[in-house]
């Protein structure tokens, strides 16, 4: 297994771990897939914006999972703060393909000079929760029954690591 960044060439793969995710899971709040014209502009853009976007890959080059991190808001008073996602092939988790994703996301953002970063997570996924505090990541909020899918309410986990030691900016 390996990380490396992930190529136009990877988003067929990206596309089908993103919307097993949306079809089967409560992981992103949609249901509403995606085209590939749709994640291949998600993928210039993150491109164009210097953005990671990485992907876990076997020893035969097939996507196991991908992740990258963009702006939690748009205002500038929070341009060091970058939300994260991390989503793994079902037919590989359990393998420390997330661990491997993360750590790297971590990495990135320390380097470019990031404060925080930020997990958002389905209040029910425990497994992505348990990645998040095996970082250092910590609760930082609970927001209950902030919305829907399946037929049922769904509580939002705010999961945030400060990355390091940070005077803050003058502006």
């Known amino acids: 297994m390996k990380i490396r960044n992930a190529d136009a060439g990877d988003i067929p793969a990206v596309l089908a771990i993103y919307n097993q995710a949306v079809r089967e899971t409560t992981a992103a709040w949609t249901n509403a897939e995606e085209t590939l014209d749709q994640r ?11 953005l990671p976007v990485l992907v876990a890959v076997s020893d035969q080059e097939e996507v196991q999972g991908f992740a990258s991190f963009g702006p939690f808001r748009a205002r500038e008073g929070y341009r060091l703060t970058a939300e994260h996602s991390v989503y793994i ?3 590989a988790q359990g393998r420390g393909i997330g661990t491997l994703l993360l750590k790297e996301l971590i990495t990135i953002a320390e380097r470019r000079g990031l404060h925080l970063l930020v997990g ?4 029910e996924n425990t497994a992505s929760i348990a990645l998040h505090r095996k970082f250092g990541f910590d609760i930082s909020g609970r927001l209950p029954e902030a ?18 030691p940070m005077q803050a900016p003058e502006r």
């Open 120 to 123: 958002v997570v389905d209040g």
């Open 89 to 91: 092939d079902p037919k």
């Open 40 to 50: 291949l502009t998600w993928f210039k853009d993150r491109v164009r914006q210097q």
């Open 147 to 164: 919305g829907t899918k399946f037929g049922r309410w769904l509580d939002l986990v705010l999961l945030t690591k400060v990355l390091g």
